[in-house]
């Protein structure tokens, strides 16, 4: 069990990447998760190349997400919605969503995910 605050850098994680027939041009680091004692929340962040995306998927857990650098376009279940820099995004359990880029640089963005969720 941590017994004090831990303090580290995104860049010092070693990002997964995802590059395949589902999700494209992504980058994902977990920075804050089971791994240093984290019980309730995990943090992720996104990098988003031009063009990429998640896949379009749905589960029961919810999602809090932030966009911090570029445009993203958020499927909300019905339709895609612009979502720019400086927006934040909540997506209930059970919607069915997707993240793409649609801006002409990367776009960047926090996901949090409660620790119950199957994935970091």
Not at 1 to 8: P, R
Not at 92 to 105: A, D, M, R
């Amino acid at each position: 069990m941590v017994k004090k605050a831990v303090i580290g850098k995104a860049e010092d994680i070693q990002p997964v990447i995802m590059n395949n027939d589902k999700v494209k041009n992504v980058e994902k680091r977990v920075l804050i998760g089971k791994k240093i004692g984290a019980g309730n929340f995990v943090m992720r962040l996104f990098k988003v190349g031009p063009d990429g995306h998640s896949p379009r998927h749905s589960h029961v857990w919810e999602h809090e997400i932030y966009i911090i650098k570029g445009t993203a376009g958020i499927f909300d279940g019905e339709k895609e919605v612009a979502a720019p820099e400086g927006s934040y995004v909540f997506v209930p359990g059970g919607v069915e969503h997707q993240i793409k880029n649609i801006g002409t640089g990367e776009m960047h963005f926090l996901c949090l995910i409660p620790s119950t969720a199957d994935e970091e």
